[in-house]
């Protein structure tokens, strides 16, 4: 099978973060080193997710190879079910043990209303993404008739 080469249809600079639609219709969030990482900054990162298209939920690929200190706000706030509107599952991709340690405190404590999941590698994490988008796009069809 031909692999398809991935084009970054789309990149926005935060001051946090750089924040990537890629052809294969995941959104890829590259964090940059950040001593606090507030509510207003994880607002304005998803307002920008929305605005790749607002009707789309996204697959959301997290890179944390940067240490970042997220509040208790952002945790609680990325986790709550409203942000289902642009995610329909998020990977966590992880190289170091102190984000490996937010990142399980995250998914343990804080509990996404989606499917969310740690990875030390990106092909893994881009492949239970897509298998995410096929059971959605499968789900959907079953509706449709």
């Given at each position: 099978?031909?692999?398809?080469?991935?084009?970054?249809?789309?990149?926005?600079?935060?001051?946090?973060?750089?924040?990537?639609?890629?052809?294969?219709?995941?959104?890829?969030?590259?964090?940059?080193?950040?001593?606090?990482?507030?509510?207003?900054?994880?607002?304005?990162?998803?307002?920008?997710?929305?605005?790749?298209?607002?009707?789309?939920?996204?697959?959301?690929?997290?890179?944390?190879?940067?240490?970042?200190?997220?509040?208790?706000?952002?945790?609680?706030?990325?986790?709550?079910?409203?942000?289902?509107?642009?995610?329909?599952?998020?990977?966590?991709?992880?190289?170091?043990?102190?984000?490996?340690?937010?990142?399980?405190?995250?998914?343990?404590?804080?509990?996404?209303?989606?499917?969310?999941?740690?990875?030390?590698?990106?092909?893994?994490?881009?492949?239970?993404?897509?298998?995410?988008?096929?059971?959605?796009?499968n789900k959907l069809k079953v509706l449709k008739s």
């Amino acid at each position: 099978m031909e692999t398809q080469k991935i084009i970054n249809l789309r990149t926005v600079s935060h001051n946090t973060c750089d924040i990537t639609l890629r052809s294969d219709h995941i959104v890829r969030i590259e964090f940059k080193e950040i001593d606090e990482f507030q509510l207003d900054h994880a607002v304005e990162i998803f307002n920008i997710i929305q605005s790749f298209n607002p009707k789309k939920r996204h697959l959301i690929l997290i890179s944390l190879s940067n240490y970042i200190n997220p509040s208790i706000q952002v945790m609680e706030f990325w986790a709550e079910k409203e942000r289902n509107e642009i995610s329909l599952a998020e990977a966590l991709l992880l190289d170091n043990f102190p984000m490996t340690l937010i990142a399980n405190f995250y998914l343990t404590v804080n509990r996404p209303h989606r499917p969310s999941k740690t990875f030390k590698n990106e092909t893994d994490a881009v492949a239970w993404l897509k298998k995410h988008e096929e059971a959605y796009q499968n789900k959907l069809k079953v509706l449709k008739s």
